[in-house]
């Protein structure tokens, strides 16, 4: 009996879920953007009646957003996301655009910094280390650098059509906020150029609690998706 309860307040739970459309745009990369979309249809490793990412999808509705400082003022408060920016801004952490293959040993280091992420050991794609990055042209990529000048953390950002995913956001582990710092300042770079609806950070189902408190102090919410290709 218990357990039927808990599946149909899970059920309860996902039907009040705000939903998204999120569209693919081929024409920004035919076989990449088309593979994409395919990894995020796929059916749940786990729930097969569902799509991958689809329930949960923990976004933001950057339209929401009118600049930089109201999306500041969005995320304000004890223990939220723009306390930590500010914190890593006075300990001199600094955001920029990056090429990878100027920092292939530096991201190798970030990937190798700790040997548990979220309670488990680390994918073997992080452990091995890339000596050269391709370069797509629908994909941005931007690092921290602490007040040494050595990159510390690091993102790998997707534009699929009206929305963007991280596909990679990492750094090395301390509580300076400067992986805080570095979602504010891809979100206001996102705002300020009014060209897309949403940002996606994978899912909240399945993240462990400090990666959900993550994602909500810096104002992402969980959404149902539906996804199409154009």
Do not use: C, W
Request: glycine letters at 8%; aromatic letters at 12%; proline letters at 3%.
């Amino acid at each position: 009996m218990k357990s039927i309860l808990h599946h149909y307040n899970t059920l309860l739970q996902v039907l009040r879920l705000p939903v998204a459309h999120l569209s693919f745009d081929r024409a920004i990369h035919p076989a990449q953007i088309t593979a994409t979309y395919r990894y995020y249809t796929m059916p749940h490793p786990r729930y097969k009646l569902i799509r991958h990412k689809s329930v949960g999808a923990a976004l933001l509705d950057l339209e929401q957003m009118q600049s930089r400082a109201h999306y500041l003022d969005h995320i304000k408060g004890k223990n939220r996301g723009a306390g930590h920016a500010r914190r890593a801004s006075a300990r001199g952490y600094r955001f920029a655009e990056i090429d990878r293959n100027r920092h292939v040993d530096a991201i190798h280091a970030i990937n190798t910094s700790v040997d548990l992420r979220q309670g488990r050991p680390m994918d073997r794609q992080y452990l091995e280390k890339q000596e050269r990055f391709e370069a797509y042209p629908h994909y941005r990529h931007y690092g921290m650098f602490n007040a040494d000048g050595r990159l510390v953390g690091y993102a790998d950002l997707g534009l699929f059509g009206n929305f963007a995913g991280f596909e990679r956001l990492i750094g090395e582990r301390n509580n300076d906020g400067f992986m805080h710092l570095l979602v504010i300042e891809i979100v206001a770079q996102l705002i300020e150029q009014k060209r897309l609806r949403y940002l996606m950070y994978d899912t909240f189902f399945g993240a462990q609690p400090g990666m959900r408190n993550f994602k909500t102090v810096l104002g992402f919410r969980p959404y149902r998706a539906k996804y199409s290709l154009l």
